[in-house]
C-alpha cells in the first residue's frame, strides 16, 4: 500500500501538477486521519470490554460478601429479637409473676436468651475494600448500586459498629455478670432438667439487679435490633440490584 502511494506521488511531482498533487496530499492526511480514529476506537472498544468484566467481577465478588451477610444478618437477628423479648419479660414481672406464668424450663430459656442481646453481626468488607483500595468505584455504572454501597459500607455499618460496642459492653459488664455469676446461670439453663434442683432463692435473691440490668440495657439493644433490621433491607436490596445489573452482562 505505501509503494502504490510512493508511486502516485512521484507520479504527480513528476507531472508538475500542483493541484493534482495538493488533492492527492489533502487525501493522504485524510487517509491517516481515518487510521488513527479506527485505531482508537478499537482500543477503545477494547478498554470498554476490559472495563466490563472487571465490573462484572467486582459485582461478583459483592455479591458473595453481602450474601454472606445476608445469612448472618438473619441469625444474629433472630436471637437478638429473642434476648429482648426476654429482657422485656424480666422488666413487666416481678419475680413471683414470672414463676406463676413459665415454667421452669421457659425461665432457663428466657435467662439464656438475655445473653444474646451481646451476639455481634461483623459485616464483610473484603470485596468493599478491594473496590475502594484500588479506585475501582467509577467502573461501577450503575450510580444506584454505588450510591447504596457506599451509604452502606461507610455510614450504617459504622453505625451498627458503634451501637454494638455499647451493647457489648453492657452485656459483658453489667449483664453477663448477673446471669453467668450471680445466678449461676449454667446450672439454671444448661445441665439440671429437673424442677427440685432449680434455685428459686438465688433467682429471687438477684431478681431485682436482673430487672434493674435488664431495663439500662434495653433501649439499646433494641437500636441495635433496629439497626440490624434496617441493614438486612439494605443488603437485600443491594442484593437484588447487583443481580439485575449481572443480567444485563
Known sequence: MLTFLRKIRRSLIESGSTRRYLLYAIGE???????????LQINNWNE?????????????NLL?????DSLDLVRVLNRVNGGTESQKIIIENTY??????????????????????GISFFPRYNA???????????????????NSL??????????????????????????????????LAQALINELKTPERFDHEKL????????????????????????????QEEVSDLIMNIRGELKSH
Open 64 to 68: 458473595t460478601n453481602l450474601q454472606g
Open 96 to 117: 413471683e409473676s414470672l414463676i406463676n406464668k413459665y415454667s421452669i424450663d421457659e425461665i432457663r430459656l428466657i435467662l439464656h436468651r438475655i445473653t444474646n442481646v
Open 128 to 146: 468493599y475494600n478491594q473496590i475502594t483500595n484500588n479506585g475501582f468505584l467509577p467502573l461501577l455504572k450503575s450510580e444506584k448500586i454505588r
Open 48 to 60: 470498554a470490554r476490559k472495563n466490563r468484566l472487571v465490573e462484572q467481577n467486582l459485582y461478583e
Open 150 to 183: 457506599v451509604e452502606l459500607y461507610e455510614r450504617h455499618y459504622s453505625l451498627y459498629k458503634h451501637v454494638d460496642d455499647v451493647v457489648e459492653q453492657k452485656n459483658q459488664f453489667d449483664l453477663h455478670p448477673v446471669i453467668s455469676g450471680d445466678l
Open 204 to 231: 429471687k435473691l438477684h431478681y431485682d439487679e436482673l430487672g434493674k440490668q435488664c431495663r439500662s440495657s434495653y433501649y439499646i439493644t433494641n437500636t441495635s435490633r433496629d439497626i440490624l433490621g434496617g441493614l
Open 29 to 39: 492526511i485524510a487517509l491517516v486521519v481515518i487510521g488513527i480514529l479506527i485505531a
